[in-house]
């Protein structure tokens, strides 16, 4: 049998430099592109967001299920339905994570 002995504080640093490793490879994890992005975005803020063109975006928006508001007199889409609806039209998590939603708990 293999055994390996570490003392607490050497088990620590270990674990420690292996979270630092693992969110330095998530870009996204390390952004706080939570300030760089309003509530409510507009068509272009959607553009750049999604990293899509202007007929991307338009087809986006004409969908009868993509979560815009049009009272505005221009098309706004709140960052956080747009988030949901990205989870819930994503191909992975619709077909492995059954009941994904059903579990989370704050979603307005």
């Known amino acids: 049998m293999f055994k390996i002995e570490l003392d607490p504080t050497e088990l620590q640093q270990y674990i420690s430099k292996a979270v630092e490793d693992a969110f330095s490879k998530i870009d996204f ?37 993509f979560p815009v508001i049009r009272e505005f007199g221009h098309p706004r889409i709140p960052l956080h339905s747009l988030m949901i609806w990205i989870d819930e039209h994503t191909e992975w998590i619709r077909d492995n994570a059954k009941d994904y939603h059903n579990r989370r708990e704050g979603i307005a």
């Open 29 to 65: 994890a390390l952004k706080d592109d939570s300030k760089k992005y309003p509530a409510l975005m507009d068509k272009n803020e959607l553009m750049d967001f999604l990293r899509v063109g202007h007929t991307k975006a338009s087809e986006l928006l004409n969908r009868d299920d």
